[in-house]
Each structure stands twice: as C-alpha cells, then as structure tokens.
C-alpha cells in the first residue's frame, strides 16, 4: 500500500496493465508516489479546483492530485493502453475523476471545467512548449485558468523563466512572464523517471495575472519580439529594419538604444516599443 491513497504501488499497476513506455509518447513515468504528491501540492490549494491534467500515464501524479484535495480531474491521456488503470483510480474516488482518450493538441478540454482551474501536468516533452504557448495566448485575458504547473526538460523550464541577459532570454520568457508569474519550484535528475530521460527536468509554477505587466498589443509585441530574437545577436536597428520605416526613431522614443541587441532589452522596453508601433 502506498503512503497517499490505498491504491496498489505503481510498479505493479504497470506491469499488471504491460504499460512499458513507449517513447514516441514521451512516456517516462514518476513511480514515487510522495514525489508526485509533492509536485500536487506545488500547484497551490487544489480544494475547491477543477485540475486539468495532460498526460496521466499510468496515474501516479492523478492519484496526487486526487489525494491533495482537488475537487476535480479532467485527465487527457493519448495511450489508450493506460485508461484501465486510470478507470481503477477514477473507482477509488467516485465522481471526481474523469478522463478522456485523446491528443491534448486536439481536444479542447478547459471548455469542460469550472472555474478556478489548475492545470497541473508532467508533460509529454514532444507537446510541452506547444500547450504552454496556447495556455498563454487565450483570445482574452485573464485566462480561464488560474495557475500552470508543469514539468519541463530544464533547459525549456529555463527558457521561461529567463531574464534579460541570460543565454536562455527569448520569446518564451517575454510571453510567460508579460501576463504571469514563473518560477522554477522543483528540479529533478533523470532518475526520478520510469525510463530516466536523457535530460534534467523542472517543474515551473506560472500563476496568471489579472493584467498584462505592461499594456501593448497581443499580436503587434508578438511582432516586434519575434523579428528582434529572430536576429538575436545583431543590433535591434538592423534586426528590427523591416518592421517600420523610421525603427531607430520608435527605438529611442521606446527607450532603447538603437545599437542594443534583442536579448539585452527587457518586457517594459519590448512593450513600450510595441504601443509606439501600434500608434
Ligand atoms: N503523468 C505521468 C507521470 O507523471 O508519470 C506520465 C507522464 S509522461 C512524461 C507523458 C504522458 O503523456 C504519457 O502518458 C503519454 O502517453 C501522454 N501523451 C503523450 N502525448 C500526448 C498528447 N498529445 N495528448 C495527451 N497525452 C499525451
């Protein structure tokens, strides 16, 4: 019996249901029951939360989820070979788990929750960045959800949470970090996975925030923060030459040297630009 639930240890769950990974799904699974327990709690006071979860496997972080209190699962699993072992938890706590077969990419299943929503996932590594650039680019914001809490390769977890200057600075940290909070709460090696990866991995916390850090326009900072990271290394006047006939102008009426290069610049910057070109 395992500390958290009264279910059987997830080793024996996997070789009862024969669900060796398989690694076009990106199936490295966390058998540790009080580490995915710990990796529920990070996601905050799941009670009285609707949690999403992408990729449940075989279920070890459902089963956390379920434990630490959330009112409600919703797990999206592609594997059709993990759904019996995914109906024996949904039995142990009647009513609160339901789960459904299918591609994340396709589904859209944050229509079926309440708010307030988590979604709490180890992600498949193949669909992580996509999902997480999704859940940041809702029509409207505040999103429908409240909170991200999601396991990543450690370079990707760094990449959001980067600051200006730092070697992993781009586009991904402009977008998580213009509307969100994004921290690093958890690293794990890869032996903490059921085959170990090849890679480190971290989970990031990303709480949303009522409103963007800095007003600008969705689509004209995605613009201007694509062309400039596009052409990191060189000056944003060249890199940025094709966005608007008079750019060193915009730059400095921003705030921004001319001669300053993409990853020097910070969200504040990139959003006052932004306006200028709107304007
Ligand atoms: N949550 C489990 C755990 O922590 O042990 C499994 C995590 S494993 C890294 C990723 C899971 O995502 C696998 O169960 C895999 O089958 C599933 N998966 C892969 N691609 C998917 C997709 N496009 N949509 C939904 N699930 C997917």
């Known amino acids: 019996m395992s500390a958290i639930d009264s279910l059987p240890p997830l080793r024996e769950v996997i070789a009862r249901h024969d ?5 076009a799904l990106g199936q490295n699974f966390i058998l540790d029951l ?4 710990r990796i529920a709690r990070l996601a905050g006071d799941l009670s009285g939360a ?27 699993e592609k594997d059709p070979r993990c759904l019996p072992a995914l109906a024996e938890i949904a039995a142990a706590y009647p009513g609160r788990l339901e789960v ?5 990419l396709a589904v859209d299943a944050l229509a079926r929750l309440t708010p ?11 669909v992580g960045t996509e999902l997480l650039v999704r859940w940041l680019t809702p029509p409207v914001w505040p999103p ?4 991200l809490t999601l396991m990543f390769q450690r370079e990707v977890a760094e990449r959001i949470v980067a600051r200006p200057g730092d070697d ?4 991904l940290a402009l977008l998580a970090q213009w509307r969100c909070d994004a921290q ?13 990866p090849k890679v480190h991995s971290a989970v990031v916390h990303l709480t949303a925030l009522p409103a963007p850090r800095y007003p600008a326009d969705p689509l004209v900072l995605n613009r201007v923060v694509a062309a400039a990271f596009n052409q990191r290394r060189k000056m944003l006047r060249s890199a940025l030459r094709g966005i608007a006939p008079d750019i060193e102008g915009l730059l400095e009426a921003a705030g921004i040297k001319p001669t300053a290069r993409a990853e020097e610049i910070g969200l504040e910057q990139f959003c006052a630009l932004a306006r200028l070109l709107q304007g």
Request: no cysteine; glycine share 10%.
């Open 184 to 196: 690093i709460v958890l690293s794990l090696p890869p032996e903490a996975f059921t085959p170990p």
């Open 19 to 23: 669900l060796s990974a398989k690694k």
């Open 100 to 104: 459904l077969q299918g591609d994340a």
């Open 50 to 76: 609707d949690v999403l979860e992408v990729g449940p496997g075989p279920g070890g972080l459902t089963r956390g989820l379920l434990a630490m209190g959330a009112r409600r699962v919703l797990a999206v």
């Open 168 to 171: 992993a600075y781009g586009r």
């Open 144 to 147: 429908v959800w409240a909170s």
């Open 116 to 126: 307030p929503i988590r979604i709490v996932a180890n992600l498949p590594y193949n």
């Open 34 to 37: 009080n580490l995915t327990a």
